[in-house]
């Protein structure tokens, strides 16, 4: 039984998983709300499928790129529980999750493209910049996890002739300049939750857990606030 925890984009969830498969979730859509809901959510979560706390094997979250505050907030909350509960934190880039969650869920919709699919998530970084990476079918990164300035021109040196599936909420960004000759834009969210736990029971299987005392967010780039003149 695994606790997932995702607020490092737009939507937020917290999900509980069994052996790989989501029993329940809950959804927040509100951005600026995350930090308020997470604490309320896991408690109504587990109170409706009558789970206590001490039934937990583990707590996963999405570990970033992502907003900033939602990153401190996901990693306090998983950090905390798995302190007080003692067992095991799990943590998992974002954008891996989301690659997964497109190759398993959007795959199809690219049948008709050429040559090896990539898969590329993007989430929105502020102007023309979003996080992201490059995945194949497999999920074997292609291209790390990064802060990228979108042109006209952007992977093309990189990929060559595949083809390529860009999604996320940075991904219009690029669908408006974009010059690369086989590539698809997708508008549909996957289902981050679901992904989030088929890793995150893979990775308990093998043991692969984070070092509770310094696991941190995945921020990529610096924070940046703007002062008014």
């Given at each position: 039984?695994?606790?997932?925890?995702d607020?490092?984009?737009?939507?937020?969830?917290?999900?509980?998983?069994?052996?790989?498969?989501?029993?329940?979730?809950?959804?927040?859509?509100?951005?600026?709300?995350?930090?308020?809901?997470?604490?309320?959510?896991?408690?109504?979560?587990?109170?409706?499928?009558?789970?206590?706390?001490?039934?937990?094997?583990?707590?996963?979250?999405?570990?970033?790129?992502?907003?900033?505050?939602?990153?401190?907030?996901?990693?306090?909350?998983?950090?905390?529980?798995?302190?007080?509960?003692?067992?095991?934190?799990?943590?998992?880039?974002?954008?891996q999750?989301?690659?997964?969650?497109?190759?398993?869920?959007?795959?199809?919709?690219?049948?008709?493209?050429?040559?090896p699919?990539?898969?590329?998530?993007?989430?929105?970084?502020?102007?023309?910049?979003?996080?992201?990476a490059?995945?194949?079918?497999?999920?074997?990164?292609?291209?790390a996890?990064?802060?990228?300035?979108?042109?006209?021109?952007?992977?093309?040196?990189?990929?060559?002739?595949?083809?390529?599936?860009?999604?996320?909420?940075?991904?219009?960004?690029?669908?408006?300049?974009s010059?690369?000759?086989?590539?698809?834009?997708?508008?549909?969210?996957?289902?981050?939750?679901?992904?989030?736990?088929?890793?995150?029971?893979?990775?308990?299987?093998?043991?692969?857990?984070?070092?509770?005392?310094?696991?941190?967010?995945?921020?990529?780039?610096?924070?940046?606030?703007?002062?008014?003149?």
């Amino acid at each position: 039984m695994i606790l997932c925890i995702d607020t490092a984009t737009d939507q937020a969830s917290v999900c509980l998983s069994k052996d790989g498969e989501v029993i329940n979730v809950l959804v927040n859509d509100n951005q600026k709300d995350h930090a308020g809901w997470i604490q309320t959510a896991i408690n109504a979560l587990l109170l409706k499928q009558g789970v206590t706390m001490q039934q937990l094997q583990a707590v996963a979250v999405t570990a970033g790129p992502g907003s900033y505050t939602g990153l401190r907030v996901g990693m306090a909350t998983a950090k905390g529980l798995c302190f007080a509960l003692q067992i095991p934190l799990i943590t998992i880039n974002t954008l891996q999750v989301m690659a997964h969650a497109a190759i398993t869920q959007l795959g199809s919709k690219a049948a008709h493209m050429p040559g090896p699919l990539c898969f590329c998530p993007m989430i929105d970084a502020r102007r023309m910049e979003v996080f992201t990476a490059v995945y194949d079918e497999a999920l074997q990164e292609i291209i790390a996890p990064k802060a990228m300035i979108l042109d006209e021109l952007s992977f093309g040196d990189e990929l060559n002739d595949r083809s390529l599936i860009c999604f996320g909420n940075g991904s219009n960004k690029w669908k408006n300049v974009s010059r690369y000759p086989n590539v698809l834009f997708i508008d549909e969210n996957p289902d981050i939750a679901k992904s989030l736990a088929k890793l995150a029971s893979s990775l308990h299987l093998s043991r692969n857990f984070a070092n509770l005392a310094y696991a941190e967010p995945v921020y990529l780039k610096e924070f940046y606030t703007y002062i008014k003149k």
